[in-house]
């Protein structure tokens, strides 16, 4: 199974990733690329992005890349996120790739961009997935 396909599967699993309407794009070890076709139900009330959209999309750029370096499912231990402009227009696009790489864990770093701004950028520790 290649990364991308494994990702697809673990991303199509995810009932909250579906409702928001995210896509994932690329996924491979080096890093993973994601998109959000942006909707009213998106916004908040200044017309603008929610940080609640952005945080996720962020939070998926990151659990994805750091699970695709380390070759399994993996889940977000903890992330920072920086609201850096606001995003306006028709969509986001997310790219995550993992800067630090173990057994257990990955450091990874992702940004968000609205058309060609920079949104904001998250950096986090993603965990390995524990079967069962």
Known sequence: MTPL?????????QPFT???GAELLEASADGVVMALDLAPHHLQQHGIVHGGVLST???LAL???GGLAM?????????????IRPANGNGLIAKGEAIGVTKRQAL???????????CCAAQGTILKA???
């Open 63 to 65: 659990a994805f890349a």
């Open 5 to 13: 396909d494994f990702a697809k599967q673990i991303f199509d699993a």
């Open 18 to 20: 579906r409702m928001l």
């Open 71 to 83: 070759g399994s499912d993996a889940i977000t231990s903890e992330f920072k996120i920086n609201y």
């Open 130 to 132: 524990k079967a069962g």
């Open 57 to 59: 999309m962020a939070d």
């Open 108 to 118: 990874v770093r992702a940004e968000i961009y609205c058309g060609e701004t920079l």
